[in-house]
Nanobody
Framework: QVQLVELGGGLVQPGGSLRLSCAAS?????????MGWYRQAPGKQRELVAS???????NYQDSVKGRFSISRDNAKNTVYLQMNSLKPEDTAVYYC?????????WGQGTQVTVSS
């Protein structure tokens, strides 16, 4: 059973930075998985923020390009999301996702609040 544990959410002022991490365990399939971060704001649908393949190819939502950076440490089965220049509209619950052979696994989510 794949387990994803997220850390790093919190409250930050506009323009600030946060780093999220997601540690994966439970299956060797994780090593082949596309890892991603999604977010869901109140009243909105969950949306993809960024993803990264096991080869390091990345993909970003347009609204976060140039501000967010996704990376992964395959040896530690951990994926990171560095978020800079945060805006109030980035406020949401952020979820770690592992897509292994079209089966999606989700973390419990971590709250990110951008407010002065």
């Amino acid at each position: 059973q794949v387990q994803l544990v997220e850390l790093g959410g919190g409250l930050v002022q506009p323009g600030g930075s946060l780093r999220l991490s997601c540690a994966a365990s439970g299956s060797e399939l994780i090593r082949a998985a596309v890892m991603g971060w999604y977010r869901q704001a109140p009243g909105k649908q969950r949306e993809l923020v960024a993803s990264i393949t096991n080869a390091g190819k990345t993909n970003y939502q347009d609204s976060v390009k140039g501000r967010f950076s996704i990376s992964r440490d395959n040896a530690k089965n951990t994926v990171y999301l560095q978020m800079n220049s945060l805006k109030p509209e980035d406020t949401a619950v952020y979820y770690c996702n592992a897509n292994a052979f079209a089966i999606h696994h989700w973390g419990q989510g971590t709250q990110v609040t951008v407010s002065s």
